[in-house]
């Protein structure tokens, strides 16, 4: 409510200049007149009935060029406050203005088509930005709407063209997102059993974004699958050249394809060489490395090799596998103090979220590749931290 009432009075503002204005060199209505609705306006403000004050305001402001950018205001206003249906009838009645600039209309126009977004009424929203393309087909702000609204309908080809001719207007690359398109598409085919489709989409994200991570561990996985684990082995190293930071999400995978190759210690040796080399200061490959010691009966060394990891870096996922080790070894009350510290770090992890958004803060506890909360492709990753990696 006080965030409305500071947004209404620049408004508020406006409208009575332009009143009093309009009563300096005109001689059809008394000044007084006007005044008095204007400080009746400010009045439903400082009384905290901003619905009132909204509705004198558009009384006093007649729609014409002066008072256009006051209704503009307002129907944003009213969008951002959630009342679309408003923001929709204020911005309709602008566009039917015939005394408005072209200029004006077409900022009108995009306010509807932001409407209409924000109403879930995407057919509308997209064929008035389509308008605005064929009138101006360099019109940014209609191909980031249409962007926006092709990737909420899932309709990836047509993202990808509009996509191309944004990088043409703008003169900004979206390679690595259009790739993104490209892999959503290769996820469906996937789904869909379709071999050919997906090996076709995979190659064009590649295209757009050479080093796209995604495409890669698609790629990966597909070879795994078909037991081509030399071939795998090569995408996943690839995805920890291009971006250490999602090793977690390959690791299983590449376990796998070592242990189909009967090569546990080529997997030890890779592991080691990424802790040695201080490229990912996480625990994840740390835990790996002490379960193949563990399997190969080294147990000593593998406790060393994690008491001497928590030394350094502190890690509740790292005192889990500790205490979890240590456990099957205990006997009597050391069995049942380690069996409640296990219960409690149990309970710490349960409901810790795995993943974050780098550029809104989003957590989650699995991973997406556009953030759910602001949008951005890329942007999600594992977490590091004690509670964490």
């Not at 990836?156 to 790739?179: C, M, P």
């Not at 928590?310 to 240590?326: C, D, P």
Request: aromatic letters at 6%.
């Amino acid at each position: 409510m006080y965030e409305l009432i500071w947004l209404l009075l620049p408004i508020a503002a406006a409208s009575g200049w332009i009143a009093a204005k309009r009563n300096n060199t005109s001689n059809t209505k008394p000044c007084f007149d006007i005044s008095s609705d204007y400080f009746k306006g400010l009045n439903y403000l400082l009384n905290e009935q901003p619905d009132k004050a909204i509705e004198v305001f558009l009384r006093m402001a007649e729609v014409d060029n002066d008072t256009a950018e006051t209704h503009l205001a307002l129907g944003s206003l009213f969008r951002k406050r959630g009342e679309v249906d408003r923001a929709i009838r204020i911005h309709q009645n602008l566009i039917a203005r015939p005394t408005l600039s072209n200029e004006q209309k077409l900022v009108a126009l995009v306010e509807l088509g932001q409407d209409y977004m924000k109403a879930g009424l995407l057919d509308r929203a997209e064929n008035i930005f389509q308008d605005l393309l064929e009138n101006n087909p360099r019109a940014c702000n209609a191909l980031v709407h249409l962007i926006d609204i092709y990737q909420q309908e899932q309709d990836w080809e047509k993202a990808i063209d509009i996509s191309k001719k944004y990088e043409v207007v703008s003169g900004k690359k979206r390679g690595h997102i259009i790739a993104h398109y490209c892999c959503e598409m290769g996820e469906k085919a996937l789904h869909e059993g379709d071999q050919q489709q997906l090996n076709e989409c995979l190659k064009q994200a590649l295209v757009y974004d050479k080093n796209c991570v995604r495409a890669n561990i698609m790629l990966a996985k597909r070879e795994k699958k078909s037991g081509n684990c030399n071939e795998a082995i090569k995408y996943f190293e690839k995805v920890i050249d291009i971006d250490v930071d999602y090793l977690p999400e390959i690791i299983p995978h590449l376990q796998e394809c070592f242990i189909n190759m009967n090569k546990p210690d080529a997997m030890a040796l890779l592991l080691e060489s990424i802790s040695s080399a201080g490229h990912y200061d996480g625990i994840t490959p740390l835990l790996y490395q002490a379960d193949i010691l563990l399997n190969k009966g080294e147990a000593k060394r593998a406790m060393q090799l994690m008491v001497d990891q928590l030394k350094q870096r502190s890690s509740v996922r790292g005192l889990k596998w500790l205490v979890e080790h240590n456990l099957k070894r205990s006997e009597g009350r050391a069995h049942e103090n380690l069996t409640i510290l296990k219960d409690l770090i149990d309970n710490l992890l349960k409901d810790k979220p795995v993943y974050e958004c780098h550029e809104c803060g989003f957590h989650g506890k699995s991973m997406h590749w556009q953030c759910p909360g602001c949008k951005k492709w890329n942007s999600v990753k594992p977490i590091k931290g004690i509670e964490a990696e």
